[in-house]
Nanobody, 128 residues
């Protein structure tokens, strides 16, 4: 399966963006999904995950209620709604999966090494 994240761009601090992750060559509707981000010079960081069913949506500690992860399995798409963006949210955002249903259930969702399939990333730039 090939993943593609889109929806990034330049936004002012306090603004919002919605990222989308679509799949080709297979379906992601049966699998848990994750969002990560990587800022220049920093390690890849867990942002959010969502169970295959849409339930169970853990977030990184820094999110603090600003982001919402969701999915539309009929459209084979996962979303990341980002609100109240801050300059420190500037990063490339990636969606990923390991094509299983237990990333969230077994608590494996926050480690990048648990994911086998990654999209190419979409750049989010937040200006102050």
């Amino acid at each position: 399966v090939q993943l593609q994240a889109c929806g990034g761009g330049l936004v002012q601090a306090g603004g919002s963006l919605r990222l989308s992750c679509t799949a080709s060559g297979g379906t992601i509707s049966n699998y848990d999904m994750g969002w990560f981000r990587q800022a220049p010079g920093k390690e890849r960081e867990f942002v959010a995950a969502i169970m295959w069913s849409g339930g169970g949506t853990p977030y990184g500690d820094f999110v603090k209620g600003r982001f919402i992860v969701s999915r539309d399995n009929a459209k084979n798409t996962v979303y990341l709604q980002m609100n109240s963006l801050k300059p420190e949210d500037t990063a490339i955002y990636y969606c990923a999966t390991d094509m299983t249903r237990d990333l969230v259930y077994r608590g494996r969702y926050s480690a990048a090494k648990e994911y086998d399939y990654w999209g190419q990333g979409t750049l989010v730039t937040v200006s102050s």
